[in-house]
């Protein structure tokens, strides 16, 4: 009887175990879901307030035929650097969100109105 208890017992701390060292790795692998869902979502609102940084660089140039050096969205700053040579413009806005950065390369040129020749991710 007493060798039975002793199987049970041992049986009992092994399955107990298995279930905690399953729910612990059941965790881990949700947090770092977690994790890569707070990434990509901080990488594409990101990306968003540069897109929007550029198109409202793309409204000024058409409407004032000027592009500032910073441009605030949402409280949010995107840094511009451009060049123009003429009628074509060439300009790289970038954006950081709380540790991700996004920059976009546009050439444009501006007679009458604006017309975009290149819209790139740049690196």
């Known amino acids: 009887?007493?060798?039975?208890?002793?199987?049970?017992?041992?049986?009992?701390i092994v399955?107990?175990?298995l279930v905690i060292l399953i729910g612990i790795s059941v965790s881990a692998l949700s947090i770092n879901d977690l994790q890569s869902s707070f990434?990509?979502?901080?990488?594409?609102?990101?990306l968003n307030l540069v897109e929007a940084c550029v198109e409202d660089a793309l409204l000024r140039l058409n409407e004032e035929n000027f592009i500032?050096?910073?441009?605030?969205?949402?409280?949010?700053?995107?840094?511009?650097?451009?060049?123009?040579?003429?009628?074509?413009?060439?300009?790289t806005v970038e954006a950081a969100n709380e540790g991700y950065?996004?920059?976009i390369r546009v050439t444009a040129s501006r007679t009458s109105t604006v017309s975009i020749t290149s819209w790139k991710e740049a690196p």
Not at 1 to 12: C, P, R
Not at 68 to 91: E, H, L, M, R
Request: hydrophobic letters at 35%; a positive charge.
């Open 1 to 12: 009887m007493n060798q039975k208890g002793y199987i049970a017992l041992t049986s009992l």
């Open 15 to 17: 399955v107990t175990a």
């Open 39 to 46: 990434a990509a979502m901080r990488n594409e609102e990101t």
């Open 68 to 91: 500032p050096g910073s441009i605030t969205i949402a409280g949010k700053t995107c840094t511009v650097t451009s060049s123009q040579v003429g009628d074509n413009w060439d300009f």
């Open 101 to 103: 950065t996004k920059k």
